[in-house]
């Protein structure tokens, strides 16, 4: 789904992604994890466009995508969300959803004006639709409340539905559990592994949280110092000295003596 070759990006004598390469593949939840500072949210802002790297090459289905920006990229299926959920805070819940979907014939004046029928089935079918996600991800009972006085985990679901509605092929996650209460992880962890397994949705995830990232998550990058410094399952990871040491502060290159 996402190939990137020789990622680098430096801001200054600052390297903060060194030499990355990687595949994201299809149908798969990929988890990435590390340590603060290792060069995750900024590989993510390349993948997505926020970022044009400094050297290297993004590939989206086999299409280079370098340094397209964030618009060009969701209009091809890759979706970014944010440790800080961006909802329109005066919006109701449903219609943060209903703004998703673009190519509405309500866009066209002349539409509004001469093909009013046309534009009133649109919309339904949208509320529809948008209405389907909500049952989904359990929030049917919250629609008609404005989204800014959802709870942060609340904020994170309406976030997955919002990548629903785009018909997303694949989804970044920056940090979906952060802020969020063990409940509603749990509730966001279902509704990942749902849109996995049912729609095959295609996931990356940064999270600090092990214990999330293990029921998800096949296989595990692990990044340190802009580098990635192991790849596999969580079993693997967890036994990497490699990993251990980044974690301990040591550096991803100093190996533990036996």
Known sequence: MITVNRLHKNFGGIQAVNDVSLT??????????????????TLFDIVAGRYTPTSGQVLLDGEDVTGLPPHSLFARGLLRTFQVAHEFATLTVRDNLMVVPGAHPGDRLGNVWLRRDLVRRADRANRDRADEVLG???????????AGNLSGGQKKLLELGRAMMAESKIIFLDEIGAGVNRTLLRELGEAILRLNRERGDTFCLIEHDMDFIARLCDPVVVMAEGQVIATGTVEDIKSNDDVIDAYLGSGPKTRRSN
């Open 24 to 41: 994201f593949e299809k149908g798969r939840i990929t988890g990435l994890i590390g340590p603060n500072g290792a060069g995750k949210s």
């Open 136 to 146: 989904f991800l359990r929030l049917e009972h919250m629609a008609d409340e404005l």
